[in-house]
């Protein structure tokens, strides 16, 4: 359970974010570009879990992110797995100035479809793109991935931000899409009430609403 | 607290390296063991990474390690299979295979035979002739490490302190080394290594011709009290016989490890690789076959090493005595030697959060070494690497705690349904480095 119950009487929606990623790919600086608009270079590394809220507009609707940053060792993820309890969104971090945190990505994914609920709405972060120089893994490569993957997917840079707002704001778009589609098809059929909840969230690929991302992806999340 | 100025001296007592009786004679001859044994491991690790124990930080930019003396991974392979520091090859290549067991992801298929094989092996030049010989040895299981007293300290503090921390399953790190030492090779011969280390009350000592590849192996029963001390290096040369130590160690072990730890073979040895001859019984396939399998180790070491080195540029890096690069070295050469003394443990993000102070009070990093090992005896199961269970353990405790000693916290978290208080995780792994500031979280531990 996360805690949500106090947030869900003053938002309209609460959407449970992960961020999973190898170590040192920078998961916890783009959260904390993202809340804060601040950048760390050595911050430490995160033990057990953090989290941060922060407020969307999705259609002029409050949307509510709550985001939850892990630590990135492997054997922390015996621990870790719970964080993904509920979560409809998540970000997939490698750094691309290391090739070893892409080639992780398939693990991660893995781990994503093992421990959430369902099927999470999931975007390829290729972080630290400031680092032209220091470049391991091609955009192309990253998208190729996402595609493959039917991800979507963005290079960030937490550094000097770029991205970094846009990749949450394509996970929270869909989410936020899937969801009142949902809920219309719900009314639609029966009139009955359509939870706001996430956990009743049935994600389901839809060409049509796709947010414009570098690399749209390729089909849906299911 | 402890005043600041004594800090380093107060420090080992508390943290059991020293027991509270004992003479400052015996605590010289420790810290002088200690501080070679150190230099031993110091020099074995730097063959697997060739920055470590130069004070230079090696980095990781882009998947390579960027530092002055190792500017690429491809250099390691080649000092590798350049027979340049072929003395220490045997070392580095235990080293690995020590670190397999934290190898994230792979070593735990290593785990063959039980046999008690103990293998000696001899070295050759070329890398891809590691052959190892076993000579089979029986290895009485006894009731495992738990009963082992360790190293002498350990075995101090055992014997003479209220403490009783569960002691590493490489309980006796001196003898260990031997181990460590001693053996190179295939799987077989590591997962023998393991079993020793973690189960086997038989202590073996070796004995290695520095010119010739004379290994020899001699078993030393099994112990009855464990509480044996192996007493290291430093008084032996070439060789050793147990007899040698008996008086330097605890008067009533009945055995005990003894060490030929080759310091001579490290550091004198050099261009005279072993000849590979006899009691080999490995083919060339199988030659092959390990030398990939090292290989691979070597990688997993360095993927250790690289997070390693990644998690210490960012500890403590608000304090004045991190901007000093060589103080950053320090602490990733503490890890990575920690990492090879404890190879089911490795690094786990969080040591260095606790290893940071000791860096800070000790000038001499065998000092910091040891002190820091004693302090992750006691914390071991929260570094696990099948994940932190020592630390959800306290959590569950600390749940039950809160239940009486605080109901209205407690009423409110199962409210929002956070039973498993994640929140203090942190807490607990790096005991409040995280929440206090550096010399309030010394007192606290204090």
Known sequence: MAFVSEEEKTEDYLFKIVLVGDSAVGKSNLLARFARNEFYPNSKSTIGVEFQTQKLDINGKEVKAQIWDTAGQERFRAVTSAYYRGAVGALLVYDISRRQTFDSIGRWLNELQTHSDMNVVTILVGNKSDLRDAREVSTAEGKALAEAQGLFFMETSALDSSNVAAAFQTVVKEIYNILSRKVMMSHELKKQDAPLDGKTVVLQGDENQEPATEAPKSGGCC | ?446
């Open chain 2, 1 to 446: 607290g402890v005043d600041p100025s004594i800090r380093p001296e107060v420090w080992e007592f508390l943290l059991g390296c020293y027991a509270l009786g004992s003479t400052a004679d015996h605590r010289r001859q420790l810290r002088i063991a200690r501080r070679e044994r150190y230099e031993d491991l110091i020099k074995q690790c730097q063959t697997m990474h060739s920055s470590i124990g130069t004070g230079s930080l090696a980095y990781p930019v882009g998947s390579k390690v960027l530092d002055m003396r190792t500017p690429s991974k491809e250099a390691k392979v080649e000092c590798r299979e350049a027979s340049t520091d072929d003395t220490d090859k045997r070392e580095k290549y235990s080293d690995l295979g020590n670190n397999c067991s934290d190898s994230l992801y792979i070593d735990q298929r290593v785990n063959v035979s039980n046999s008690g094989d103990l293998t000696s092996v001899r070295r050759n030049a070329d890398s891809a002739a590691y052959d190892s010989c076993s000579s089979s040895t029986s290895v009485p299981c006894g009731p495992c490490s738990s009963k082992r007293g360790g190293d002498c300290n350990g075995s101090d503090f055992i014997t003479e302190c209220d403490f009783d921390f569960p002691p590493l399953p490489v309980t006796d790190l001196f003898g260990k080394s031997e181990d460590e030492k001693e053996f190179d090779a295939n799987e077989e011969v590591y997962s023998a290594q393991y079993k020793l280390m973690f189960e086997d009350d038989n202590m073996h000592s070796f004995q290695i011709n520095n010119n010739a590849d004379l290994i020899m192996e001699s078993n030393v029963s099994s112990s009855l009290s464990k509480n044996v001390s192996c007493r290291y290096n430093s008084e032996i040369e070439l060789v050793t016989y147990s007899d040698d130590y008996e008086p330097v160690l605890r008067p009533n072990s009945v055995s005990y490890k003894t060490e030929t730890v080759n310091r001579l073979s490290i550091s004198s040895v050099p261009e005279t690789p072993f000849v590979n001859a006899t009691r080999s019984q490995e083919g060339a396939a199988q030659e092959e076959r390990v030398s990939e399998w090292l290989w691979t180790l070597h990688r997993i070491a360095d993927r250790i090493h690289i997070l390693s080195v990644v998690d210490v540029v960012r500890t403590d890096s608000h304090l004045d005595f991190y901007k000093d690069t060589r103080n950053l070295a320090r602490m990733s050469d503490i890890l990575a030697v920690y990492a090879w003394v404890d190879p089911t443990t490795g690094y786990c993000q969080g040591m260095s959060d606790l290893l940071s102070p000791f860096v800070v009070l000790f000038e001499d990093n065998a000092d910091a070494f040891w002190c820091f090992e004693m302090l992750i005896r006691r914390m071991r199961e929260n570094f696990k690497i099948d994940g932190p269970t020592g630390v959800m353990k306290q959590l569950q405790a600390l749940w039950h705690i809160l239940e009486f000693t605080d109901r209205e916290i407690f009423a409110h978290l199962s409210n929002i349904g956070a039973e498993s208080l994640h929140f203090a995780f942190p807490m607990l792994l790096v005991l409040f480095r995280r929440e206090l500031s550096f010399n309030e979280s010394l007192r606290m531990w204090e």
